[in-house]
């Protein structure tokens, strides 16, 4: 059973093939787990092996390949009539001598796509270069072009069912990120933390259960906190000192990342305090400043200039486009809160608005999940936005 109405697949599908008009393609072969269960439906954890979706333009729905075995996972979650799901033997799973390329090749050729100009997802982060040269030799007089992020691009304006699974979402990310903030005390172990807080993500809500995230997460302790994506340790987590978090809550595979900061103590150093307050200002003032009609770039500038006054120099973006995602990330890989990126925002886009300060021996994180409304924008979350400052004694 698929988890929206077959008609809302069927206008995905259009404007895919809109956009292959439009790029000269009249094959696309989708490889991208996020991109092949938002044309189709399917939701697997099988994307260790080979698989792929290929739409040709000229047809009424495309066609799943994978494993012979996971047709099954394809017949539970998909639209897709029987015909079009089809399966390699168990001799090509992950083998030196055989590779699934050559088969989803055998069957491209046999339907006719095998002199068609044909996009693949060169980007994709399952498509590996030997899968790409085994696809081409397989199909050796078909033109071959990149296809970035086509799909991607698709994704980018969430429909309402969309936006209704990724409110839910928020509710769950409330739970989770509380879940860590009631774990992360003096003398417990980062891991004991981090299993808390992946209970809290598989639990959900009393009205509805969550999904594993596409990232795992990220506990950032002591010194450590001066790193963005490490993961817990079996240390204890020490007084006087700050842990930046960042996690999510999926449902559905649509998230609803969060960031915050924990300082364990009576009184955070002021360095930590001060930037823990003009960073959050400045999150203040980049989602003031989102609304339909500006550019990425202009909601980054909003937050550089609010910082302007520091001495701080930030080079990474201060957020992203996500939403649907499988590991390893939860987003999209299109349009950057950051200068440059001139995307002009639209109604139904969701951005992590993410405000990072990583320095020497230290940081401060603090995020946001936000879509963008016809006025302004909306919060998925609605957890407190300030330095979460907790008295403890040792255990």
């Known amino acids: 059973m698929t988890l929206f109405e077959k008609i809302e697949y069927l206008a995905r599908i259009e404007k895919t093939k809109d956009r ?180 809290a993500q598989v639990m959900g809500t009393d009205e509805y259960g969550g999904d594993y995230a596409s990232f795992v997460p990220f506990f950032c302790s002591g010194e450590k906190a001066s790193a963005p994506h490490l993961t817990w340790t079996d240390d204890p987590f020490l007084d006087e000192t700050s842990t930046n978090i960042e996690l999510a809550g999926c449902f559905k595979r649509y998230h609803c990342p969060l960031s915050r900061t924990i300082y364990l103590g009576k009184k955070p150093p002021k360095k930590l305090a001060d930037t823990a307050q003009w960073t959050i200002d400045a999150l203040n003032a980049e989602l003031e400043t989102i609304k339909p009609g500006v550019t990425c770039e202009q909601v980054d500038q909003a937050w550089r200039k609010a910082t302007a006054h520091t001495n701080v120099t930030k080079e990474s973006r201060t957020g992203y486009a996500m939403g649907l995602g499988y590991p390893p990330d939860w987003g999209e890989h299109t349009c950057c809160l950051r200068p440059g990126d001139r995307t002009i925002l639209q109604p139904g886009m969701t951005f992590h608005v993410i405000s990072g300060i990583w320095m020497e021996d230290w940081g401060f994180e603090i995020s946001e999940s936000a879509l963008v409304t016809e006025t302004g924008y909306e919060l998925f979350a609605n957890f407190p936005r300030k330095l979460i400052v907790k008295e403890q004694t040792s255990k």
């Not at 033997?89 to 002199?115: F, T, W």
């Not at 769950?172 to 417990?188: L, P, S, T």
Request: glycine share 6%; with cysteine; hydrophobic share 45%.
């Open 20 to 199: 292959m008009e439009k790029a000269g393609l009249e094959v696309l072969v989708i490889i991208d787990p996020a991109n092949i269960n938002y044309l189709t439906g399917y939701d697997a954890q099988s994307y260790y092996v080979e698989q792929a979706v290929v739409l040709d333009i000229d047809a009424e729905e495309p066609f799943w390949i994978g494993r012979r075995m996971d047709i099954a996972c394809a017949r539970f979650t998909t639209w897709l009539s029987p015909q079009n799901m089809m399966g390699y033997s168990e001799d090509m799973v992950q083998s030196r001598l055989k590779h699934p390329m050559s088969y989803i090749a055998g069957v491209m050729n046999e339907k006719g796509m095998g002199k068609k100009v044909i996009g693949v997802e060169m980007d994709a982060p399952h498509f590996t270069p030997r899968a790409y040269e085994v696809l081409k030799a397989g199909l050796p007089e078909a033109k071959f072009q990149d296809a970035r992020m086509l799909v991607s691009w698709v994704r980018n304006i969430k429909s309402p069912a969309e936006i209704s699974l990724m409110k839910k979402a928020g509710k769950i990310v409330n739970k989770v990120m509380q879940a860590a903030v009631d774990a992360v005390q003096v003398g417990v172990r980062e891991c004991d933390a981090a299993a808390a807080v992946m209970h």
